[in-house]
């Protein structure tokens, strides 16, 4: 059994722990997107880089003999999880997209969603002027323009050109904790957080923060999985997945 997960998240990665520790007889392969400097690596095979594509994707799995494709890609990967679903169906392998929870907002928050950073990048300037922007290094071009806004940039690698004429950039990787979180609202006077609907626990402590301080919130909504394609929120879930695919005699590269 070879299981292929398409990582880079946190969920990714205690996915193969799960696998792994599980099912020591199985191949379980993790493939990065080489984005991140340094990144966490899973436990298994690492692979890093693109595939070239659906067609390149639906090769690989070909070559690799790989049973089951596991998406576990972040929740605004949009392109990839488009890539594996036609892959999948071209190479005849079961395909599952492993998607943390979106968060839900509170009666006292004080959300404003939006469909994209170019929305969320208009709408900015009325809702605030000093803004906590943790949208990712690869998600600041839109903001790039805005010169009557002052912004506080966190990122796990450091952002290239271009950037905000008024900004600072902060390098750092999750888990947050709401105390740091208040304490870097505080001390750089925030008025307004822009965020993509990420999931996850381990940058939700700044939507509590946020809050708190009663600012407003903008927040991007993430693109929809490929239709067709089962989903679940959790990693046992998809580790039960799996393991419903690895039945005896099933060869799921024949299309059985």
């Known amino acids: 059994m070879h299981v292929l997960i398409l990582g880079g998240t946190t969920e990714a990665r205690r996915l193969a722990q799960a696998l792994t520790a ?30 070239g594509g659906a067609d390149g994707l639906a ?52 959300w404003h969603h939006v469909n994209s950073l170019e929305e969320a990048a208009r709408a900015l300037p009325s809702l605030g002027t000093r803004a906590f922007l943790t949208v990712g290094r690869l998600g600041l071009p839109p903001f790039a323009s805005i010169d009557d806004v ?22 750092d990787r999750g ?23 990420s999931g996850g626990e381990a940058t939700a402590p700044k939507l509590v923060a946020a809050r708190e301080a009663r600012i407003p919130v903008l927040v991007v909504r993430r693109p929809e999985v490929p239709e067709g394609v089962t989903v679940v929120g959790s990693v046992a879930q998809a580790a039960e997945w799996a393991g419903g695919i690895s039945g005896p005699g099933v060869s799921s590269r024949s299309g059985v």
């Open 150 to 171: 002052r912004f506080l940039i966190r990122s796990v690698d450091a952002p290239e050109p271009p950037l905000p004429p008024h900004s600072e950039v902060v390098l």
């Open 22 to 51: 599980g099912h020591p007889g199985w191949r379980v392969t993790s493939s990065l997107a080489g984005r991140v400097a340094r990144p966490l690596l899973p436990e298994g095979e690492v692979r890093t880089g693109g595939f």
């Open 59 to 110: 090769r690989a799995l070909r070559e690799l003999q790989v049973d089951a494709l596991i998406d576990a890609t972040h929740p605004f990967a949009g392109t990839i999880s488009f890539h594996a679903a036609q892959a999948a169906a071209t190479a005849h392998v079961p395909l599952l997209a492993l998607r943390r929870p979106g968060w839900v907002p509170a009666p006292e928050d004080d």
């Open 175 to 197: 888990p947050f904790t709401p105390e740091g979180e208040r304490e870097l609202l505080r001390t750089h006077h925030i008025d307004v957080l822009v965020t993509k609907d």
